[in-house]
């Protein structure tokens, strides 16, 4: 189990949400290139995620692409 502050826990919680939304290639196994934004926008519009500061989820999406290819 890991703690969230509550001033993240809007964010994490879209950014679960989100995460049907990747952009994922095959090329000598997965290659994740990232969210597909567009998916991303309806998705936080349809679950009231309005307060959520989108570049926080950019920040979150590149630390799981990192820890996806073992950075």
Not at 10 to 27: G, H, L, P, S, Y
Not at 28 to 42: E, I
Not at 48 to 59: I, N, R, S, T
């Amino acid at each position: 189990m890991i703690e969230i502050w509550q001033c993240h826990a809007r964010t994490v919680a879209a950014f679960f949400d989100i995460q049907t939304q990747w952009r994922v290639t095959e090329v000598h196994g997965a290659l994740w290139l990232g969210l597909d934004y567009s998916g991303v926008d309806v998705a936080l519009r349809r679950g009231g995620y309005d307060d959520v500061d989108f570049a926080d989820l950019q920040l979150m999406e590149r630390a799981a692409i990192d820890a996806f290819v073992g950075r």
